[in-house]
C-alpha cells in the first residue's frame, strides 16, 4: 500500500472532485507571486480586473497557494 502525505490528503483529493488543473500555470504563478503581497480577496479582484472574468474565487487563491507551498 502506497504511502499517503497527511500533508495533501483533502477531502477533494480522495474523492477527486475538485482538481486545480482547470487552472493554467501562469494563472497559478500569478496567485503565488501576490499571494504574500495582497489579501486574498484583493487577489481576486486583480485577477478580474486582468482577466475581464471572475475566474477565481478568494478561496479558490488559498488553496492554490497552501497547496503549492
Excluded: H
Aim: charged residues 20%.
Amino acid at each position: 500500500m502506497p504511502q499517503i502525505d497527511k500533508k495533501e490528503l483533502t477531502y477533494f483529493n480522495l474523492t477527486n472532485q475538485l482538481s486545480l488543473k482547470f487552472v493554467s500555470a501562469r494563472l497559478q504563478e500569478l496567485c503565488g507571486y501576490y499571494g504574500n503581497r495582497l489579501s486574498y480577496s484583493n487577489l481576486e479582484m486583480l485577477v478580474q480586473r486582468l482577466t475581464g472574468e471572475k475566474l477565481l474565487s478568494d478561496q479558490t487563491i488559498w488553496s492554490i497557494i497552501a497547496l503549492e507551498s
